[in-house]
């Protein structure tokens, strides 16, 4: 009998030593895939217990998702050394939705004649650029301007450029660089200043900076802002469809561990605190109706740096509260 337990105890042992191991491996892992580095044996102790903590979360959300009681899954990510309160700090919370004017007084109306198509997506069509990236900067906002602009200049125009979101961070004023700042003042600065460089001339550099702005790169230009009905979904996919990417502001607390399906997060209810771009929108045979939107923050991220949201589940993550486009 002492013998078993002896066995037994020993395979214990074994099987902790085994798991320690390779949790440590995939923390490793983690560190060189999002080129983690950090100040001394303390701090990284401290992101080896967090991420260790993220990756049970992670594997037993997914384990309801497999077993169908989820309708998105769960991954490792860049974000997963933060914990979820680091997580709203240093990520979020980067939008302040009382900068909202919409100062033409412009709000959008469906074509009386409309009918939507039961999906969209402006990637097809070629509006949409290449996922960009954020980084450390809290600029958001100004990654929505320039989505919605790209997109509404390609469909005026047909030549998809890719527009400068470090001009808005160094010259935008009225938003607050790598602080925060709010998407419909940065399509407005656009309006005033007469034109954006293009992202080739202006390049992103990911914090605050001297403002370069120079007239004779300028990618596209804005006459004027519509808003879109607060708070109603079918307005928002009208204008999606109508008109083209819409730059909205979302409360994303629930983003941090995405990787892919419709999230659908009946909780996430909270004050907007990212600016994202709605380009489309369908239905999934689990997740059911869903939003296309274009996140800034790698293609490391999400379903290769885009989420799909749930749709018409009473404004999930009031994803239908504050949308705004250009004029061109």
């Known amino acids: 009998m002492k013998a078993v337990i002896l066995v037994l105890v020993l395979v214990t042992v074994v099987q902790a030593t085994s798991l320690k191991d390779i949790l440590k491996a995939e923390f490793n892992a983690f560190k060189l895939r999002h080129h983690k580095a950090y100040k001394d044996a303390s701090e990284e102790l401290k992101r080896l217990k967090i991420f260790v903590e993220n990756k ?95 997109g509404h200049h390609f469909i005026k125009y047909q030549q998809l450029v890719s527009l ?24 407005i600065y656009i309006k005033d200043n007469g034109g954006v460089n293009t992202e080739d001339s202006y390049p992103y550099e990911g914090i605050d900076g001297e403002c370069r702005f120079n007239v004779e790169n300028i990618g596209a230009k804005v006459t004027g802002t519509v808003g879109v009905q607060r708070d109603n979904e079918s307005a928002l996919a009208a204008a999606v469809a109508e008109k083209g990417p819409i730059s909205v502001a979302i409360d ?5 561990h995405y990787e892919g399906g419709v999230l659908d997060e009946p909780l996430c209810q909270g004050e907007v605190n990212h600016g994202v771009v709605v380009v489309g ?10 939003w296309l939107v274009k996140n800034s923050w790698a293609e490391s991220w999400g379903e290769n740096g885009y989420i799909r949201m749930a749709r018409n589940k009473d404004n999930q993550c009031s994803i239908a509260k504050y949308g705004v486009y250009p004029l061109v």
Not at 164 to 186: F, I, Y
């Open 281 to 290: 929108y369908g239905r999934d045979d689990i997740g059911g109706d869903y």
């Open 56 to 150: 049970k979360l992670i594997d037993s959300h997914n384990k309801r998702f497999t077993a169908g009681e989820e309708t998105y899954k769960m991954g490792i990510n860049q974000f997963s050394d933060l914990d979820s309160k680091e997580f709203q700090e240093v990520v979020l919370s980067s939008i302040n939705p009382y900068n909202l004017t919409f100062d033409t007084n412009q709000i959008y109306t469906p074509s009386p004649t409309i009918k939507l198509p039961e999906s969209i997506d402006w990637r097809e069509k070629g509006a949409v650029t290449k996922v960009k990236s954020q980084g450390d900067c809290e600029s958001c906002w100004a990654f929505a301007a320039i989505g919605t602009l790209e």
């Open 164 to 187: 400068s979101e470090q001009n808005l961070v160094d010259c935008d004023t009225t938003n607050g660089g790598c602080s925060r700042g709010w998407t419909e003042k940065a399509l």
């Open 252 to 256: 994303a607390s629930f983003f941090q």
